[in-house]
């Protein structure tokens, strides 16, 4: 009997998998992704399944479906050995995806066999009679995969675990979902603008409802010393360094603390600790990058500027932001991150690469696309010390619409600059309409109109100020 690829494909997409999830490669670095997934196997057994499912997938996204095969007999070994009294409960998942696998194998039959266990199953663990089922650890195996792939998936990842929590409010893991997905929200506002809301009870249900996960203690230490109750925070991480002294994940995010409370060089002994256990840990390689720097700017206050060991830390730096930047170059920030070494090394030129590099890039989001066009800014101010290209760097900040830190960054930046040339009696009618400009994208209309009254004075021949002052006078 052959089977109808589309009544199969059909069905396929009935099932609740990681291949139904939209889980798009393009918001990932897919070899910094998969070395995540074997630090946490390796360092949390009790999550295995979960581990080997979205790895299955990731090797799938790879192009390699035999490894992909693979993890999932993994996954189900480790299903027989935690969770022996409920296999096909626990099996629903990697069942989908070995059906999806198969399928892009052309392997038709047997993804048909796996579509079919899939639905038995369903039916008989169903109260319905259509066998429709809501098991709240597939809304939470969802939630933990959205988690990975990224900052457009985290609101998605939150509800996913708040359904969980709707039949199991008592749960650790779904709890511990919850807080991280608030947590990365929560982050996500502060940083690129957006709504703000407190992850700090569901932070502290979770360490209540599980004592032993250090990374949710790590999380609420964070948190505490964003809301400047930082003593309360370090209390946390000493516990956790107790507790899980070799655990990488919390030891990045207590390096993240001390490298937050300015005490560096107990960041780096941390974060060198944690990358002998995971060598290959993009986060660590950021955290470093960003702790060498922050020493480079330190030496270069002291009175005598001990040369030679900046030029290391330099290197240093530049080595682990690169590192970065190969592994995953979706991590946006560390470009600007990099350039800003480079100009501290006075290296002007790759500064100036790395810039035109990520700002050539098709796929920057627009809030990353206003932060480092602050970046490149204030790089074209204080290091080149051009002050005409700066305001440009700004300006093209300012025209993309979305409204985010970088954007407010941007304008700021480039109010005080212009404000401070016109001020010193220095600005033109240039700067004059320039600074109309900046008003009229911020949707100040009024103070544009006053600007470009005051260019035209100085300039009367100028057409620019002229049509815009007729465009802006037009829409009041």
């Not at 929590?165 to 991280?180: C, H, R, T, V």
Request: aromatic fraction near 10%; glycine fraction near 4%; hydrophobic fraction near 35%.
């Amino acid at each position: 009997s052959t089977i109808s690829k589309d009544s199969l494909k059909t069905s396929l997409l009935q099932l609740e998998c990681h291949f139904t999830w939209t889980l798009l490669k393009e918001d990932v670095g897919l070899e910094a992704l998969e070395e995540t997934i074997l630090d946490h196997i390796k360092f949390i057994a009790e999550y295995n399944i979960r581990d080997y499912n979205i790895l299955s997938y990731v090797c799938h996204l790879k192009n390699s479906n035999e490894e992909a095969l693979r993890s999932l007999r993994k996954a189900e070994e480790a299903i027989q050995k935690h969770h022996p009294g409920e296999i096909a409960r626990r099996s629903l998942v990697t069942w989908g995806n070995y059906a999806w696998i198969y399928y892009h194998m052309q392997r038709y039959e047997e993804a048909q066999t796996y579509v079919s266990k899939v639905e038995n199953s369903c039916k008989k663990l169903s109260s319905t009679a259509d066998g429709k089922i809501q098991l709240p650890e597939i809304c939470a195996e969802q939630g933990w995969a959205l988690l990975r792939f990224g900052r457009n998936y985290f609101e998605k990842a939150k509800n996913c675990f708040e359904n969980a929590l709707k039949s199991e409010p008592d749960n650790p893991d779904f709890n511990a979902g919850y807080a991280i997905a608030m947590y990365r929200l929560d982050y996500c506002a502060e940083r690129y603008g957006g709504e703000i809301t407190s992850c700090l009870e569901a932070l502290q249900r979770a360490v209540q409802l599980n004592a032993r996960d250090t990374t949710i203690l790590a999380l609420l230490a964070l948190k505490l010393q964003r809301l400047r109750r930082g003593n309360e925070g370090e209390r946390y991480i000493e516990e956790g360094l107790q507790r899980t002294p070799d655990f990488p994940v919390f030891l990045r995010y207590a390096a993240n603390f001390y490298r937050k409370k300015g005490e560096v060089n107990k960041a780096v002994k941390i974060l060198k600790k944690a990358l002998a256990l995971t060598p290959n840990s993009v986060f660590l390689h950021h955290q470093l990058g960003l702790c060498y720097r922050f020493q480079v700017i330190q030496l270069k206050r002291t009175r005598y500027t001990p040369q030679e060991e900046v030029e290391n830390l330099i290197q240093l730096a530049i080595s682990h932001l690169k590192t970065v930047i190969d592994k995953k170059p979706v991590f946006f920030y560390a470009y600007a991150d990099l350039a800003s070494v480079y100009a501290l090394g006075k290296r002007y030129e790759e500064a100036e690469e790395v810039f035109q590099e990520v700002l050539q890039r098709n796929d920057l989001p627009c809030a990353d696309k206003q932060e480092i066009y602050c970046n490149y800014g204030n790089f074209q101010h204080f290091h080149m010390k051009s002050e005409s290209k700066a305001i440009k760097c700004y300006i093209e900040g300012l025209k993309i619409e979305k409204d985010s830190y970088g954007r407010q960054n941007c304008s700021e930046a480039v109010k005080k600059l212009l404000k401070q040339k016109i001020e010193s009696g220095l600005g033109d009618a240039t700067d004059i309409g320039t600074l109309g400009l900046v008003h009229k994208l911020n949707g100040k209309k009024k103070e544009a109109i006053e600007c470009y009254k005051k260019a035209i004075a100085l300039d009367p021949n100028n057409e620019e100020f002229q049509n815009a002052l007729v465009e802006l006078q037009l829409s009041i």
